[in-house]
């Protein structure tokens, strides 16, 4: 299993961001994903998952409303849709799945929210 986030940046408040995860190693369609983040310090915080289909999403109330979660089943692919970004919201994030039993992350990606 291999998960590669990119897209992170620096964003000034009020701003937007995508971020992707490319997967490999595992049928992508036949499982759902996440997006974390993690600051310094703090434990990583679910913010976005998707079903393995798209059809269901759940997202974190901090986010709800602002972030988009999206899957791409024919390019092995999941997004995130950042808008109305927050400095609070500054922070590593990363892609997740669980596969047989082991959950899987990316590197992850920076993103920066700063005037």
């Known amino acids: 299993v291999r998960l590669v986030e990119s897209g992170g940046g620096l964003v000034q408040p009020g701003g937007s961001l995508t971020l992707s995860c490319a997967a490999s190693?595992?049928?992508?369609?036949?499982?759902?994903m996440s997006w974390y983040r993690q600051t310094p310090g703090k434990a990583r915080e679910l913010v976005a998952y998707?079903?393995?289909?798209?059809?269901?999403?759940n997202y974190a109330d901090s986010v709800r409303g602002r972030f988009t979660i999206s899957r791409d089943n024919a390019k092995n692919t999941v997004y995130l849709q950042m808008n109305s970004l927050k400095p609070e919201e500054t922070a590593m994030y990363y892609c997740?799945?669980?596969?047989?039993?082991?959950?899987?992350w990316g590197q992850g990606t920076q993103v920066t929210v700063s005037s």
């Open positions: 190693g595992f049928s992508f369609s036949n499982y759902a």
């Open positions: 997740n799945t669980v596969f047989r039993g082991n959950n899987y």
């Open positions: 998707i079903s393995n289909r798209g059809r269901t999403t």
